[in-house]
């Protein structure tokens, strides 16, 4: 059973850093089971929302409104895909999911992670 499970949410000032990590388990490893691999975020009272993602071929995309503060990576030895969040902003605050989606049998599938909660507050 494929399993995404995030970490790294938490509280922090506006100006700071988090780094959220996703640990996939039930896979023999992201780079081969996921052609896509990615982060969403929900901000309270909104739709969640692409951003950031990087492929099997370590090709990444990130939000553009995001994309000089945010930096999506991965460490294939250890199943884990991390969103380094820099010079963070109340705007950034939400719930930040991990998605991983995996093409095979004829069939795509998607995974989700619980969830991690980001709070950018002074």
């Known amino acids: 059973q494929v399993q995404l499970v995030e970490s790294g949410g938490g509280l922090v000032q506006p100006g700071g850093s988090l780094r959220l990590s996703c640990v996939a388990s039930?896979?023999?490893?992201?780079?081969?089971?996921?052609?896509?691999m990615g982060w969403y975020r929900q901000a309270p009272g909104k739709q969640r929302e692409w951003v950031a993602s990087?492929?099997?071929?370590?090709?990444?995309n990130v939000l553009d409104s995001v994309k000089d503060r945010l930096n999506i990576s991965r460490d294939n030895a250890n199943n884990t895909v991390y969103l380094q969040m820099n010079s963070l902003k109340p705007e950034d605050t939400g719930v930040y999911y991990c998605?991983?989606?995996?093409?095979?049998?004829?069939?795509?599938?998607?995974?989700w992670g619980q969830g991690t909660q980001v709070n950018v507050s002074s």
């Open positions: 998605n991983a989606r995996a093409y095979g049998g004829g069939a795509y599938r998607e995974y």
């Open positions: 039930g896979i023999m490893g992201i780079s081969s089971s996921f052609y896509t």
């Open positions: 990087i492929l099997s071929s370590s090709r990444t």
